[in-house]
């Protein structure tokens, strides 16, 4: 499970100039087994706070406990440790541009795991098989198309069934018959493992089917943290606007 | 019909740029910001390669270096760079002795000719172009590599698949690029004289027999070769260091990657240069 207390975080441009205030006291709890979506327009600080929780970017204030273990304060070296719990789809999917799609894929078994070559190509193909890549394993990342690619990435994200899994856009880009397969997908082997799950996207209408909790940000600020049918019939104007997609609205 | 339109990207780019300093400082106090902001700049970059290099000799240390990546590595560095090596050395050899030509004509000093090509080669010219070339090819590729794979987030997934980018990525390409510049050396050395012993034949009737014997007569020794390589290795270490540097700390998306390639070829020749200076001068040429 995942705790976040009141973190904040300014970037300073390079330039000079005004930081930009990209997080600001945000409070955020993910109880464990429960695929939490986490929403927003765009540039709201969504990613970052993904970013956060695997200890990739530090915030300037507060902190963020994973399994008790406080990752803020994390050395590089148990931060390895505490990371061998994740999996982390990018939102643009940070695929290893020298492996082919099958080596990006079985790269997280055969760094982590003492399985064989035979186990991890299974396992390689049965990925690939669920994301609709069957035969794509030879195929470099940048011959695909920005769907391919997004799908490989939640192939590589998935394999090890780790126990805490970020995903940031796992549709993006795709149509909508491959995104409903893709969300249904990650919350079945969700409910299997019983992994604690937190999903950014901006699909609203697919990603409410498949959570369980909702949290949304807005300018840096979480405004909206309740249940999938709290956000749903909320009655806070940008939640409500946001949610159902309204052009009328304060946002 | 054409219709113009001010775009939104475009009044935010006018928006961010900061507007031109009203009244311009004085020359001099320009001069010496710009100075100081050199040093500045400098001491950043020696400071940062200095911790990379702390880094990686302790990943080295407990020898958590990657081996695949270092063979790797090594192939794509070293015996791809052969042919350039190859070429910059032969005509480097022959260079050297259609500069030693007039002087052996006019003195009929056939029997130096090995010497005088070989002296000058063996403990500068062959190390220094060498690592010059291998710095244009090898260290540049490295930076828009590891540059590329931090702005497309490769070095945070590698993070988040608990593996430490240093270990894995820095360490080997370190001791690959270091291990090439001296093997090519080495090569270039064997090629440089092989270059101006058959230049000496064609043009100016001296046998590579001759050659090789003025070469190994006594004026040059072992410690010359060594002098060379010795070199190559100082060289190896500020190319190497300088090419994981600004990969690393690339920023900005794929202008970011060229910037960073340019600071590598600027400060690895630089250094080359000022290295070349002391060490010459610390071990006496
Ligand atoms: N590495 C960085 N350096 C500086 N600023 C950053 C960095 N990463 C993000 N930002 C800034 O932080 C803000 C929030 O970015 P973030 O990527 O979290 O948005 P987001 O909510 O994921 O948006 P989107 O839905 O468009 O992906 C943006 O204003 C962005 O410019
Ligand atoms: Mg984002």
């Given at each position: 499970m995942i705790t976040i207390q009141s973190v904040s975080k300014a970037f300073r441009p390079s330039g000079g100039g005004p930081p930009n205030q990209v997080l600001e006291g945000v409070s955020l709890h993910v109880p464990a087994s429960c695929l939490y979506g986490l929403i927003g327009p765009g540039a709201s600080g969504k990613s970052v706070l993904l970013k956060m929780i695997v200890g990739l970017m530090k915030p300037d204030s507060g902190?963020?406990?994973?399994?008790?273990?406080?990752?803020?304060?994390?050395?590089?070296?148990?931060?390895?440790?505490?990371?061998?719990?994740?999996?982390?789809?990018?939102?643009?999917?940070?695929?290893?541009?020298?492996?082919?799609?099958?080596?990006?894929?079985?790269?997280?078994?055969?760094?982590?795991?003492?399985?064989?070559?035979?186990?991890?190509?299974?396992?390689?193909?049965?990925?690939?098989?669920?994301?609709?890549?069957?035969?794509?394993?030879?195929?470099?990342?940048?011959?695909?198309?920005?769907?391919?690619?997004?799908?490989?990435?939640?192939?590589?994200?998935?394999?090890?069934?780790?126990?805490?899994?970020?995903?940031?856009?796992?549709?993006?880009?795709?149509?909508?018959?491959?995104?409903?397969?893709?969300?249904?997908?990650?919350?079945?082997?969700?409910?299997?493992?019983?992994?604690?799950?937190?999903?950014?996207?901006?699909?609203?209408?697919?990603?409410?089917?498949?959570?369980?909790?909702?949290?949304?940000?807005?300018?840096?600020?979480?405004?909206?943290?309740?249940?999938?049918?709290?956000?749903?019939?909320?009655?806070?104007?940008?939640?409500?606007?946001?949610?159902?997609?309204?052009?009328?609205?304060?946002? | 019909m054409i219709r113009v339109y001010s775009s939104p990207l475009a009044t935010m780019a006018a928006q961010t740029t900061t507007p031109e300093k009203a009244a311009a400082p004085g020359a001099l106090t320009t001069f010496l910001a710009a100075l100081g902001g050199g040093f500045l700049s400098a001491a950043h970059t020696a400071g940062g390669m200095t911790i990379l290099l702390v880094k990686i000799l302790a990943r080295l240390a407990r020898l958590r270096l990657d081996g695949r990546e270092l063979w790797k590595n090594l192939y794509k560095m070293a015996v791809k760079s052969l042919p350039i090596v190859v070429v910059t050395a032969l005509f480097t050899g022959a260079i050297m002795v259609i500069q030693a030509a007039t002087i052996v004509k006019r003195y009929g000093a056939e029997g130096l000719l090995g010497w005088g090509a070989g002296f000058g080669t063996l403990r500068e010219i062959a190390p220094l172009l060498t690592a010059l070339m291998i710095s244009g090819r090898v260290g540049a590729n490295n930076t828009a590599e590891l540059g590329t794979m931090v702005v497309t987030e490769q070095l945070d997934a590698l993070r988040v698949l608990a593996i430490d980018p240093i270990g894995f990525l820095i360490a080997p390409r370190f001791v690959a690029i270091v291990s090439t510049l001296f093997m090519m050396t080495l090569f270039a050395d064997a090629l440089a004289l092989f270059g101006a012993a058959y230049t000496g034949q064609a043009l100016l009737g001296v046998s590579p027999t001759t050659f090789f014997n003025g070469l190994t007569a006594g004026l040059l020794d072992f410690g010359d070769v060594a002098n060379g390589l010795f070199k190559s290795f100082v060289f190896g270490l500020v190319m190497a260091l300088a090419s994981c540097h600004f990969g690393l700390a690339t920023t900005g998306g794929a202008p970011g990657v060229g910037r960073a390639v340019n600071s590598t070829v600027v400060t690895s020749a630089a250094g080359i240069f000022v290295l070349d200076y002391l060490v010459s001068f610390a071990i006496g040429g």
């Open positions: 902190s963020i406990t994973v399994d008790g273990v406080d990752v803020t304060q994390a050395s590089e070296l148990d931060l390895q440790k505490m990371r061998l719990k994740f999996g982390m789809l990018f939102q643009n999917n940070a695929l290893f541009d020298h492996m082919t799609v099958g080596d990006n894929i079985a790269f997280p078994l055969r760094r982590l795991t003492d399985l064989g070559e035979d186990q991890i190509k299974d396992r390689v193909m049965e990925r690939l098989a669920h994301v609709a890549l069957t035969g794509f394993e030879g195929r470099l990342p940048a011959g695909l198309s920005g769907g391919q690619k997004k799908r490989v990435g939640v192939a590589r994200a998935t394999i090890t069934r780790a126990p805490i899994v970020l995903y940031d856009e796992p549709a993006a880009g795709l149509d909508p018959v491959t995104s409903q397969k893709i969300f249904e997908l990650l919350r079945e082997e969700q409910r299997a493992s019983g992994a604690t799950v937190v999903m950014v996207s901006s699909d609203l209408d697919r990603l409410l089917t498949v959570t369980d909790r909702v949290g949304m940000m807005y300018r840096g600020r979480l405004i909206f943290d309740g249940t999938t049918h709290e956000a749903q019939t909320s009655e806070e104007p940008r939640v409500r606007q946001f949610v159902h997609g309204l052009t009328e609205g304060p946002l | -």
